[in-house]
């Protein structure tokens, strides 16, 4: 069964750092990651997706990376804003196809 | 285009009582899912629809039922709820099931009590 895990669990910085934010998962034949994020009492909003052939994906001051075989893929975010706080999910679709299974997320706190 | 759409946003329901969850999306998407969100079990996977007139269990299909009505609405019931029922409940859609971005609705936030 696939499982993934999102270190670090809650993570608070300053206004202006890059930081990155890391995703593990246990089965490496997925079809595609992707990172969300969600704001308190809101739906997910669909960031990247990057599919299991690629490397990365950028997105604005975003950039995914995915390295299937070690099972790891970060989020990069670059110079960081107060309006990047909110909870990040990285969730991978299986090689079956039939479900995103989801990290417990990070949840982003960027002081001002 | 509103993309996907749930009703209703809130609920309260007693334990035994029964209610269905309204979802559509305009997008002319094939795939549909249903979702709970609970504290520290993160998202799971309910139900879904990989095209019309299909549907299929995911990871917690026990005490759920659903129907895709038509390509654009796939509803999820519950027909006795239990406290356990207690979530927030996601609706998704997508053009294909395997390759495609997931685009969520804003969520039902239901509390059986």
């Known amino acids: 069964k696939q499982e993934v895990t999102q270190i670090p669990a809650a993570l608070s910085v300053p206004e202006g750092e890059n930081l990155v934010l890391n995703c593990s998962f246990t089965?490496?034949?997925?079809?595609?990651l992707q990172w969300f994020r969600q704001d308190p009492g809101k739906g997910l909003t669909s960031l990247l997706l990057i599919q299991s052939s690629q490397r990365e994906q950028t997105s604005g001051r975003l950039n995914a990376s995915l390295d299937k075989s070690s099972g790891r893929s970060t989020l990069y975010i670059a110079a960081s804003q107060p309006g990047d706080s909110a909870t990040y999910l990285c969730a991978v679709n299986n090689n079956a196809g039939n479900m995103l299974t989801f990290g417990g997320g990070t949840r982003l706190m960027v002081k001002p | 285009n509103a993309g996907v759409t749930q009703t209703p946003k809130f609920q309260v329901l007693k334990t035994g009582q029964s209610m269905t969850l309204q979802c559509a999306q305009d997008m002319n998407h094939n795939s549909m899912y249903w979702y709970r969100q609970d504290p520290g079990m993160g998202l799971r996977l309910i139900y879904y629809?990989?095209?019309?007139?299909?549907?299929d269990k995911g990871e917690v299909p026990n005490g759920y039922n659903v129907s895709r009505l038509n390509k654009r609405e796939f509803s999820l019931r519950l027909e006795s709820a239990a406290p356990s029922q207690t979530s927030v409940y996601f609706c998704?859609?997508?053009?294909?099931?395997?390759?495609?971005?997931?685009?969520f609705g804003p969520g039902t936030r239901l509390t059986v009590l």
């Open positions: 629809s990989a095209s019309e007139g299909t549907t």
């Open positions: 998704a859609s997508s053009v294909k099931r395997y390759v495609d971005t997931q685009y």
């Open positions: 089965d490496s034949a997925i079809y595609n």
